[in-house]
């Protein structure tokens, strides 16, 4: 039993990732571990990382927590041609400062955030468009999908792993995390497949609240995802970006105890104060934000390590990764 | 412009499901709309539920919250053969009420919440186990496999769509998502298929923290994931049980904001009064619980409905489901 001396905190530390080699302590050399994925990303190229325009940015501040402090919810609005009808709306809806005021109105676990009017009386403004259902799947007809060099990577991880399009695969494009029906290249010089493709319901993905079919929402009631892939939701409502940063505020907020998650009282709701179009922010107040290019051989490199861990903390690598567990690297820039 | 009436609060109903067609309102009858999983369920003969014994049910009581509520969280344990190594132990800490006194001490956002001694000073009763590596991933050997009278149905839901085993598959086994290598039945004589298994990470499920290899953890020191499913971490870490109610005090509870979600001050930790297995606990304050049988007609027609959503809010089924989108309903016994 000597050997039965507690677990250390390390070990909680270690349930993600170390980068000490046991063999560190012996005296061999010690080979090199195999990079953690955020490792890999850390190493990127300056060129590897693509800057995210402030006028896609959409920024919501709640109203300050129980201590004062303040809670800014930033969110990537999805770029043409993806569900531009509603990203339109969205815009339109920003511009009128339609949501100041209302509230965050429904928190279900394991599922989704929903926010919006909850008094339902509040007039929307001029100029929304009724998007059709069409836009869900295939708002983009016949779009080429940028073939990674190595094309055994990140499409394949996805393609081969993806529960919800059978045959059909998953990969990320420009950014984001996409399913659909892919046109594999017929030889080695047609390098632009063509694809059907329509955005997945990952964690942190944003999507707009609707009533039954044909209604499509106007994008007014805007939901994020706090939970496992909900990818049933997959072309039955539309995507129209996704939190890239402060999620922990919508993700953290007690859990409403009527159905579906919705709030009991109306003192339990969290206020929004405010939601603007970076752009219409002070110029020193506009975030800045880059992502990773999911076309780099560093984007390649990293997906394949979430699918094969081999850093130290691993025994045995997964062999695939689902596309929602590899999440597109964003960072901030200061 | 007249239907651009804005979308009423009904719309963040209907994201889950609705079960008032909208035919209802024509003068034609209405067509009978496909049940949604959750009423598939409701409508599941007695037969198909089985008690979970209060021998099995971890019971950890949480310091009240900031409003004085109660926060209870109860965890299903592993049964035999999986894992039993670590749940031995962690039935002897909860004998000795190792944990009361002890605390969560790391939130982190779409990943795990963590709780154990944070002082990394409290001694570990007697008679603790160290539990091989070679538990994670195949506790059981050659395991028999219950295949559902019509294969087509749960197993292949997971086994066509499971990103992580590759051509092999996952399901569930008496309750318990699993994955595994299969061995099908040769002939339909043969209806006992033999596997090697192992569970996975899905949401709400518990596992033990360690350090690096070749240790595997006490189970002193435990999680459960608050995210989207880290499958990665199968066959790397112990898997020990599941949050069966009260997992909203874990995942709602705020995010730790130093590295990997670990609370910068002991002040952010939650305290841990008490965690008892509920057969220690007075009888009239002993839980009840079921779980459907995931060898059940009505497991398969829910898991089947899971995968392939026709309840009226849908326009278009997956055609598919991960595992841990197909969770095994558990109900309270009054």
Redo the contacts between chains.
């Keep these: 039993?000597r050997?039965?001396n507690?677990?250390?905190?390390?070990?909680?530390?270690?349930?993600?990732s170390?980068t000490t080699p046991?063999s560190a302590q012996t005296a061999t050399p010690a080979p090199t571990p195999a990079p953690a994925p955020g490792e890999i990303v850390a190493a990127a190229p300056a060129t590897d990382w693509i800057a995210i325009a402030p006028a896609d940015l959409l920024v919501m501040d709640l109203a300050p927590d129980?201590r004062g402090r303040a809670r800014r919810v930033i969110i990537q609005l999805m770029p043409a041609p993806f569900s531009q009808g509603w990203v339109g709306n969205i815009r339109t809806l920003a511009a009128a400062h339609w949501w100041d005021g209302t509230s965050v109105?429904?928190?279900q676990?394991?599922?989704?955030v929903?926010w919006?009017?909850?008094t339902?009386a509040?007039?929307?403004p001029e100029g929304?468009r009724?998007v059709p259902?069409s836009e869900?799947?295939n708002a983009a007809r016949l779009i080429s999908v940028r073939w990674p060099r190595d094309s055994s990577l990140y499409w394949e991880v996805g393609a081969?792993?993806?529960?919800?399009?059978?045959w059909n695969g998953s990969g990320f494009i420009n950014g984001w995390p996409m399913a659909g029906q892919i046109v594999a290249p017929s030889s080695r010089r047609m390098q632009q497949p063509t694809a059907l493709q329509w955005p997945v319901h990952?964690?942190?993905m944003v999507g707009v609240?609707?009533?039954?079919?044909p209604?499509t929402?106007?994008g007014?009631?805007l939901?994020t995802v706090i939970?496992?892939?909900?990818?049933?939701?997959?072309?039955?409502?539309a995507l129209v970006g996704r939190v890239i940063e402060g999620?922990?505020h919508l993700?953290?907020?007690?859990?409403g105890t009527e159905?579906?998650g919705?709030y009991a009282t109306a003192e339990e709701r969290t206020s929004i104060t405010s939601v603007r179009i970076a752009t219409d922010l002070p110029t020193a107040d506009q975030p800045r934000f880059q992502y990773l290019s999911t076309e780099s051989e560093t984007f390649a490199r990293y997906a394949e390590a979430?699918?094969n861990?081999r850093d130290?903390?691993?025994?045995?690598p997964?062999?695939?990764?689902?596309i929602?567990?590899i999440p597109v690297p964003v960072r901030r820039v200061t």
Tied chains: 1, 2.
């Excluded at 676990?109 to 989704?112: E, F, G, T």
């Excluded at 081969?160 to 059978?166: M, N, R, V």
């Excluded at 609240?209 to 079919?213: A, V």
């Excluded at 997964?318 to 689902?322: L, M, R, Y």
């Design positions: 039993m050997r039965m507690r677990t250390p905190l390390l070990a909680a530390l270690s349930l993600l170390l046991l129980a109105n429904r928190v676990d394991n599922y989704v929903q919006g009017d909850a339902e509040k007039a929307l929304l009724v259902e869900y799947a081969s792993s993806d529960a919800y399009t059978g990952c964690y942190g609240g609707r009533n039954l079919s209604d929402g106007t007014a009631e939901y939970g496992h892939a909900p990818r049933h939701l997959d072309r039955n409502i999620i922990e993700s953290s907020l007690p859990r159905a579906l919705f979430r699918a861990r130290p903390f691993f025994n045995v997964a062999g695939g990764a689902d929602c567990n």
